[in-house]
């Protein structure tokens, strides 16, 4: 009798071994492959991974029964213009509850319970800042049962895919050296801030843009943009020139200069109309140089309040300073205002 039981016992735990038996090397290979591209055949998997179609095919069927994979289809989604993190501290008692009622909010991607000081983090999306400091004031600051908090924006989201994009920079340094003229140049370099940076509308110009100053590049200026109206360039062109507004800060100094809202700010003061007119709110201008010549300068916008970021200043420098070792082989071409 004792034998049966024993045979009976190492039986069931043969049978346990197998059914828990994590996916080795090979299923995680065929994962990875449909994960890139779920209408892989199994024929392709096949011969990329190294065995028959009947084995690919037989760890397909495991991996969804006995795993759970599931090859689905999913579209790229536009980022929401305002996204909001959230530190919430609630009262004691009750983190579930109000942990709930957040995430019963159509606003409310994730409510992630945490340890520290803080005991819920919650990731929320709206159409607008406006609706971003709504939905702060009326569902967290006087919201039932929390505490304390503390927000903050989403400026980007750095993922696997996109830390891995090529270097801009680099392309635009061999695309400079091709480039026909000045203005083809200029527009490469609105093309490369707008989808390496971020920004949503850029300014570039070329050239002697303070006429008065006579440390700057002896040539006219050339100007090329992107997402601004003709009316706003020039107008900042020549209350520019007439005020010394900002650009002095820049060309003058060689510095560049941030202003996180360029509604209230007072460096835009002159020009907050303008500002209000066209819809943005932060702005990066940099300098342009060759060398110890001041060449140029390269404006950034952005729609929405960003905080200051270094490493953002460093990479837009990156791209000024590419430009502005090109620009001399145009130094003799006649100046262009395009719209």
Not at 78 to 99: H, M, N, T
């Amino acid at each position: 009798m004792m034998v049966d039981i024993q045979i009976q016992q190492c039986y069931h735990v043969r049978v346990k071994e197998v059914d828990v038996r994590e996916p080795d090397a090979l299923d995680e290979k065929i994962f990875g492959l449909l994960a890139e591209n779920g209408r892989m055949s199994n024929l392709e998997v096949a011969a990329k991974v190294g065995v028959s179609e009947k084995t690919v095919r037989q760890r397909i069927r495991r991996l969804i029964e006995r795993d759970g994979m599931r090859v689905v289809a999913t579209m790229d989604h536009k980022a929401p213009p305002s996204r909001l993190i959230v530190l919430v501290r609630v009262e004691s008692g009750q983190r579930f509850v109000v942990a709930d009622r957040m995430a019963s909010m159509p606003q409310v991607d994730e409510v992630h319970l945490t340890t520290g000081a803080y005991e819920l983090v919650v990731l929320a999306s709206f159409e607008s800042d406006s609706d971003a400091l709504e939905f702060y004031v009326r569902h967290v600051e006087q919201g039932p049962g929390i505490e304390e908090s503390l927000s903050t924006h989403v400026v980007e989201t750095i993922t696997g895919s996109t830390a891995a994009r090529p270097d801009h920079f680099e392309q635009f340094d061999k695309q400079a050296s091709s480039a026909g003229s000045m203005s083809e140049l200029l527009d490469l370099a609105c093309d490369v801030a707008t989808a390496s940076l971020g920004a949503d509308r850029v300014h570039v110009a070329a050239g002697n843009v303070l006429p008065g100053d006579p440390t700057l590049s002896p040539w006219p200026s050339t100007m090329r943009w992107r997402g601004l109206s003709s009316r706003y360039v020039e107008e900042i062109r020549v209350k520019g020139q007439a005020e010394g507004i900002i650009l002095p800060n820049i060309v003058k100094h060689n510095q560049h200069v941030f202003v996180a809202d360029a509604a209230t700010d007072p460096l835009l003061r002159s020009v907050a109309d303008l500002v209000v007119s066209e819809g943005f709110h932060s702005w990066l201008g940099l300098p342009v140089c060759n060398d110890d010549t001041r060449s140029g300068t390269l404006c950034l916008y952005w729609n929405n309040i960003i905080t200051y970021r270094e490493d953002l200043v460093r990479r837009a420098q990156e791209l000024a300073d590419t430009l502005g070792k090109h620009l001399p082989r145009y130094s003799s071409e006649p100046s262009d205002v395009p719209a």
